[in-house]
């Protein structure tokens, strides 16, 4: 079978990594499309070596836009690429433009196209991946859920049961893959960074730092809980890019730094007392390595976090997020356990059920 994988933004690399693996090991032609919706080396270049994914072999290099430019560019441009090679089914994963867009021409012109990490709702359409899901996942041929919740979204919209398949998190295969690299590089970090205890943050939705109203009041907590316990914030270029003048004045306790490489950020969060974020593969490492984690969203794609896991929905109630982060610091988070199939094996599945 002909193979061809789509892929273009951060959470997408760590998502297609172990699928490719296991598709190889199956004996499958594979092609490799990397849309180029991220393209600074530390968004992408720095995944792709550490993951150990192969170079692309089409890259479109669409770079940023708005959301109809990318989503046309990326269609555009993809055509051609997907007609040339003719492969038997498409990969898209996620959520982010470049899934929506693959998924649309593959539709349009007859190819089968599979949808891993399928049937997560926010059920929040402000929210631009709520829209790429239910797009991608009605125009799927076969869809891979990470949890129960998603066969019931996607039984809930009308879509047949014998396309579905819950397969589990492909995002924790590629984590226990490489948990054993990430402790290798802990200590070199934790000295780089001068590290005792520490919370970590990550911040680059939309709702979050698009507007002033928001984001300002959110730096003013960030800034303040960091006095309780040092906090490191990767920044994202979305966020650094808008808010290059408010970053620099963040007191000494809140280090802002570069974004980090999947080892060292995976490091960081299995050791960190808590982490901040509005991340959606960040809600489910953490759950999976069992840190507390706060999601500054009213509302989460990834309910099993919440119900099974570490996660606490905090929204923008900054009340709540100190007293969330006090338990965290006192050790009286609540306990989590790890949802079922999170167990390192579901791109085996997946390439179990395509090989059928
Ligand atoms: C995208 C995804 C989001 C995902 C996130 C992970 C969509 C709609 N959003 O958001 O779901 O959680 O990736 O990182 O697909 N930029 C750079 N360098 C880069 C890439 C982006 O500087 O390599 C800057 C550009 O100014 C760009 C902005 O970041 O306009 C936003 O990038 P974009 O790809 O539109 O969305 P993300 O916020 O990264």
Redesign the pocket.
């Known amino acids: 079978m002909k193979v061809l994988h789509v892929v273009g933004?951060?959470?997408n690399f760590m998502k297609m990594a172990p699928v490719y693996r296991a598709l190889a090991r199956n004996g499958h032609e594979q092609i490799l499309v990397h849309t180029g919706?991220?393209?600074?080396a530390l968004?992408?270049d720095v995944f792709f070596k550490a993951l150990e994914i192969p170079d692309p072999d089409e890259s479109l290099n669409v770079g940023?836009g708005s959301?109809a430019q990318?989503t046309a560019a990326i269609m555009s441009r993809f055509e051609p690429v997907v007609l040339a090679h003719r492969p038997d089914i498409v990969l898209v994963y996620g959520?982010?433009?470049?899934t929506v867009a693959a998924a649309l021409v593959c539709a349009k012109i007859g190819i089968r196209v599979g949808h891993v990490e399928s049937g997560l709702r926010s059920f929040d359409r402000s929210m631009?991946?709520e829209i790429?899901r239910l797009v991608t996942d009605q125009l799927a041929d076969v869809l891979f859920t990470p949890s129960v919740d998603g066969n019931e979204n996607l039984a809930r919209e009308g879509i047949r049961k014998e396309k579905v398949f819950l397969v589990g998190n492909v995002m924790i295969d590629t984590l226990i893959h490489f948990l054993p690299r990430a402790d290798e590089v802990f200590p070199g970090l934790k000295a780089e960074l001068s590290l005792d205890s520490y919370g970590l943050v990550t911040l680059?939705r939309?709702s979050n730092v698009d507007d002033e109203s928001v984001f300002l009041p959110m730096m003013k907590e960030l800034d303040s809980l960091s006095e309780k316990l040092p906090l490191i914030f990767p920044v994202?270029?979305?966020t650094a890019?808008k808010w290059s003048a408010r970053l620099k004045q963040c007191g000494p306790n809140l280090q802002v730094i570069a974004p980090l490489g999947y080892f060292e950020f995976l490091a960081l969060q299995k050791n960190a007392s808590v982490v901040i974020t509005d991340?959606?593969g960040i809600q489910e490492e953490t759950t999976y390595l069992g840190t507390p984690c706060l999601t500054l969203r009213e509302n989460t794609e990834r309910p099993i976090t919440v119900t099974l896991g570490t996660n606490v929905l905090i929204g923008h109630d900054w009340a709540l997020l100190r007293k969330e982060f006090q338990k965290a610091l006192n050790g009286g988070h609540k306990q989590a356990a790890r949802p079922p199939l999170w167990d390192g094996k579901a791109a085996e599945r997946i390439a179990e059920i395509l090989t059928q």
Do not use: I, K, L
């Not at 919706?37 to 600074?40: E, R, S």
């Not at 959520?95 to 470049?98: E, H, M, T």
């Open positions: 933004a951060r959470p919706q991220h393209y600074d968004m992408s940023s959301h990318q959520d982010v433009n470049s631009p991946e790429n680059h939309p994202h270029p979305r890019q991340s959606g």
